[in-house]
């Protein structure tokens, strides 16, 4: 059965619901821009209504920087580049980006890096020591942790 199409919205109420989107977890601009492309508006409401929400405080890039950086690092075990390169993407400013990096505590972001090598150490199966740390590396590595840590950290744990 064919779907009928859906009732257009005004703009109030796509406002209502930018509004309900940009609450219920931290949006940066990009997010909100092209969530707006998906309603069928004029252009000059879709400004009206992004102007409405960055000078309410819905949408600030600065505070999304700060809360995807702490919950990459804590949550998802991402390390700096990785975090760095995402945020490019979703068009943060570099400025703000390296604010928001520079407030990890480093001491916790080494001490993660440890956990995950130790963790995935017990999983790694290679021919030689060597071998094994190559494949660690690479693991680290491809989480976006910087490569002159996971060395120092590998060269320090023997792991």
Wanted: hydrophobic residues 40%; proline residues 3%.
């Amino acid at each position: 059965m064919p779907k009928t199409p859906a009732k257009p919205l005004s703009p109030d109420q796509v406002l209502d619901k930018m509004a309900k989107y940009c609450a219920y977890q931290e949006r940066c601009v990009k997010d909100v821009k092209d969530k707006l492309k998906t309603f069928d508006i004029a252009e000059e409401e879709k400004t009206k209504i992004l102007d409405y929400l960055l000078g309410n405080r819905f949408v600030n890039d600065e505070r999304f920087a700060k809360s995807f950086v702490r919950g990459k690092v804590n949550q998802s075990g991402w390390g700096m580049n990785k975090i760095r390169f995402h945020l490019i993407q979703k068009g943060i400013a570099k400025e703000l980006i390296d604010e928001a990096l520079g407030q990890t505590d480093e001491e916790a972001y080494r001490q993660r890096l440890i956990d995950i090598l130790k963790a995935k150490a017990k999983t790694v199966k290679a021919a030689s020591d060597f071998e094994k740390k190559r494949k660690l590396a690479a693991y680290a590595m491809q989480k976006g942790f910087e490569g002159s840590l996971v060395w120092e950290v590998l060269k320090e744990f023997g792991i």
